[in-house]
């Protein structure tokens, strides 16, 4: 009698443990489930991109419109032809819906790196602390 009651115990505090962990994973795959359903409708426009100096890029102006899913946060990349690379992040104050402009090109962004001889600008849209990478969009640059 006293061995069935260990294996019962035992299956209990088993089964107690597989569930606690199949349930941990259940909610970590929702979690990333519903961050890659939000990307899927980011629809954004990038425009006229920007520099302050074409030669040592320091700042950084794009026009950003949202046509699909609220949006807050970008993260802005300038290049040049070498791989240099200087970024800048944006975070309005609150989500920004449809249709509406995001960032103008008149509010520049600081790089935290000089970018020399700067050819494009990235942009990507940041949800829930994660970029989504089938939102990036690339303009050429010009002096602002």
Request: glycine share 6%; net charge negative; proline share 1%.
């Amino acid at each position: 009698m006293l061995i069935i009651s260990f294996v019962f115990v035992i299956f209990i505090f088993f089964s107690a443990w597989t569930s606690k962990n199949v349930e941990d994973i259940t909610v970590d795959a929702d979690e990333r489930l519903g961050k890659l359903l939000s990307c899927d409708k980011i629809n954004i426009k990038v425009e006229n991109g920007c520099v302050d100096d074409l030669d040592s890029a320091t700042k950084v102006g794009v026009n950003v419109d949202n046509f699909g899913e609220d949006v807050q946060d970008l993260v802005i990349r300038v290049l040049n032809l070498e791989g240099d690379l200087g970024f800048a992040e944006f975070s309005a104050s609150e989500k920004i819906g449809s249709p509406n402009r995001i960032l103008s090109k008149n509010n520049l962004l600081d790089l935290d790196n000089n970018v020399v001889d700067a050819k494009m600008v990235e942009v990507y849209v940041r949800v829930d602390g994660n970029i989504c990478e089938n939102s990036l969009k690339i303009v050429d640059v010009v002096k602002c």
